[in-house]
């Protein structure tokens, strides 16, 4: 599985981190329950930022996309592990303007996810200026 799957880390658990999950999701129109099943029988953990982001660049709305993760990674990984992936999502950004190839700028955010800060001198300079804590 790993052929058709990038390699790109390793979780602390020993699981390989892949990238490809979506394309292979796209491509082949398995349920993600499914496929996320079969990637832990063989000890695979989805890169769940490559996962949100090839689906953006996919066309895909945000909120489909949560629509899809959200029961597939409960039903499998279970309601702990999906608050755990979606904070992932929430820190996934960078500094000064928008990540390249994706559609996240720091300070931006939504009601899902919160906003998203690169530092901890932006969010700090966030709050102030949206007079709002992270959420």
């Given at each position: ?7 790109v880390g390793k979780t602390p658990e020993g699981f390989l981190v ?20 079969v990637l832990i029988e063989h000890k695979l953990m989805p890169s ?61 955010g939504d009601e899902t996810f919160g906003r998203f800060y690169c ?17």
């Amino acid at each position: 599985m790993t052929s058709m799957l990038p390699v790109v880390g390793k979780t602390p658990e020993g699981f390989l981190v892949v990238t490809g999950v979506y394309k292979f999701f796209e491509t082949h129109g398995m349920p993600l329950d499914a496929l996320f099943a079969v990637l832990i029988e063989h000890k695979l953990m989805p890169s769940w930022i490559d996962f949100y982001d090839a689906a953006k660049r996919g066309g895909m709305q945000h909120d489909r996309i949560v629509s899809k993760l959200d029961p597939a990674i409960v039903d499998v990984y279970g309601a702990e592990f999906r608050d755990q992936v979606f904070d992932r999502l929430r820190r996934f950004r960078v500094c000064k303007g928008v990540i390249p190839n994706t559609w996240i700028a720091c300070g931006e955010g939504d009601e899902t996810f919160g906003r998203f800060y690169c530092s901890d001198e932006c969010q700090s300079a966030g709050e102030k200026r949206h007079g709002n804590a992270r959420q």
